[in-house]
């Protein structure tokens, strides 16, 4: 018979080894007790770990999805505030042409209405939301509105230029006196361009007709900006500036109602215009709205099928975690008593 020896120090070792995955199973049971999901989803799951990470990374895609529509939606929000005030502004421009026309309105009253719808649009049409200027279309790290107000702005320069060159003389000087309306409007047809052609590009604008695009969901995408070079933003800007432009005390009462009657024209159809912006613009920010709405909806039922496989049951991670705990405190205690173990103390 062989007679086989064990010696404290191997029980010693064989106690902190058992210490140790106790440990380690303690840690994990309180990770689960506080997330209320497996510690280790590849261990649990084993073959459907790839549906688990699928589902993750779906959600994930959704909650960017949603941040960025945040910013869409702020886009938009500014947006309508602006077309509103600009449309507010061409009801109240129209109402002042309408006086001016019937003769009963001083002519520098006209002029400073006219001066203030522009203020006003280099104001909204330069609005700068979370970095972004958001009627430039796609250049939104560009200002997009040059100040006619401003006399070294392009626009002014090539207006007065345009007048200078058709008439021979500029708009304030002595002989615009004697201007007609006929040759009035003439001159407003030759410079039309400058505002409903090409050449607003440059001048007036530096925004991109293409404005931004976003993706609202997996699988749409909606405008989600307004470009500065719209038809209506052009009429409104041509109808205040050229009589910003050419009310000068000298310039003839024909010359004047010339550009009154093209102005107010051009106003009364810049509000159906700016209305009809609205109004694509509102369908925006509710398709954003919806696709959201949808969205938190998809991400809802993919959480519970994350929780189905992933969950465990609150009552039964607290129980392990008790018993772990108790397990570990009786292994700290066998080890402490192995350790006080010694042959001296057995002899003595």
Known sequence: MKVSFVSSQAITQALRYQTSRIQGDLNNALKEMNTLR?????????????VSVSLHREIDRLNSLIDSNKLAASRLEMTQIGLRQLSDAASDLLADYSTALSDTADPAITRQQAEKTLALMSSVLNANVNGENIFAGINTDVKPFNDFLDPTSPNRIAFDTAFQTHFGFAADAPAAANITGAQMDAFLTAVESQFLGADWHGSWSEAT?????????????????????????????????????????????????AILDRAFKLVGEVIPELANQQGYTGIAEQRLTSANDRMSMQIDL???????????????????????????????QLTASMQQLSLLKYLS
Do not use: H
Request: proline letters at 0%; charged letters at 20%; zero cysteines.
């Open 38 to 50: 497996v510690a280790d989803t590849g261990l649990a799951l084993g073959a459907r770990t790839s």
């Open 302 to 332: 993919f959480t519970k099928s994350i929780q189905d496989l992933e969950g465990i049951d609150e009552l039964n991670a607290a129980s392990r975690v008790t018993g772990l705990k108790t397990q570990l405190e009786i292994s700290y």
């Open 209 to 257: 007709d293409q404005q931004i695009t976003s993706r609202i969901t997996l699988t749409e995408t909606a405008q989600t900006s307004v470009s500065a070079n719209i038809v209506g933003f052009r009429k409104l800007a041509m109808a205040a500036a050229t009589v910003v432009a050419t009310f000068s005390d000298t310039m003839s009462k024909e010359g004047r109602d």
